[in-house]
Structure formats: C-alpha cells, structure tokens
C-alpha cells in the first residue's frame, strides 16, 4: 500500500488532483478540505489511502494524516464506502466531524448528502470511541473558544432559545470570527435568531 506521494501537481480541481511523481502522473480523489490545503502549491506531498476492488484501483488523498486517519474509521463503518466518506469529509471539516460524532449530533451527520438516520447513527455507535483517540488538528476550535460557545449557548438557551437553533448560530459565528467573546457572540447571535 501507498503511504503518500509527493511531487508536483499537473492538475487540481474540487474533487480530485493528479500529483506527478518521477514522471508519472497520479489520479487522486481528495475532499473540498484538502483541496483548500492544496490549492494554489506547487510541490505537495498527499498522504494516499488505496481501494482496491474488481474494476478498479483508486487512491484518494489528504493533506494530513488525522484526515486520512479519519477517512479509513469512516470507510469501516458498515454501509460508508470510499464515496461518502470523501462526501463526508468534503462537506464537514475533520474536527466538525469528530465533534458531531463524539456529542452523538445525528443532525449534522444526516446533513450530509447520501447519510440517511440509520447510517449516522451506525457511524456514531462505531466510531464514537475510536475518534476520541484521533487527536484534534486545532483547525476550528480550542480549549478557550469551547468554553466561549458553552457560555454563550447556556445564555442563550436561558433567554429562551432553542438550544439546537443557537448551536448552529455560535458555531458559524465563531467559525466567522474565531476571536470572538461571550458578549459579542451573544450579540450577534441575537441579530441572528
């Protein structure tokens, strides 16, 4: 098996980039996040996953190997194949997604396109422990900005909102503004609500 591939890219788009290496060029499938990792290099290095079936060999990529790492838990999961994994991780970051998994968030998982009820519920049941493992990129958010969502949450939730609306307010104001405090969170979260 491949462990990455490391050369120059020939070719990029939103869903794949052929990475040529000692003259030969590569055709790899990668997720809208890694595409942004990418995106406008010269030289990178691709860390591969191959699957291999009857009719074909494909390698699908990523910039790091906590998504790749995230990607193989993915494609373990009883009716998640290689696809929908990439869907996956093309539609939610690798932090989003071991968020939405270790808080049991089936709402999110079933946002994405092809997660039906019963696959994001198998996903959490088998997953659930093993990305607890997986450790954080740091990409979205830290220690301090979780307390800052916590509290921001629990005030709005005191002054009557639905705790499932205000948590989809503060994580994209937060995703817009990671510096963010408590006051000016909650501030815009009700211009928002």
Known sequence: MYEFIKG???EISATHVVVEASGVGYFVHIS???YSALN???EVKVY???VVREDAHTLYGFATTTERELFRNLISVNGVGAST???????LNPDELKAAVTTENVAVLKAVKGI???TAQRIIIDLKDKLG??????QILTVADNTIRNESLSALVMLGFAKKDA?????KILQEQPDANVESVIKQALKRL
């Open 8 to 10: 120059n890219i020939a």
């Open 32 to 34: 809208l996040n890694t």
């Open 40 to 42: 406008g290099k010269k």
């Open 48 to 50: 591969v996953h191959q």
């Open 85 to 91: 994994a990439n869907m996956m991780l093309s539609s």
């Open 116 to 118: 039906g009820a019963k």
């Open 133 to 138: 493992k997986i450790p954080d990129s740091g």
């Open 167 to 171: 948590e989809k307010i503060v994580t």
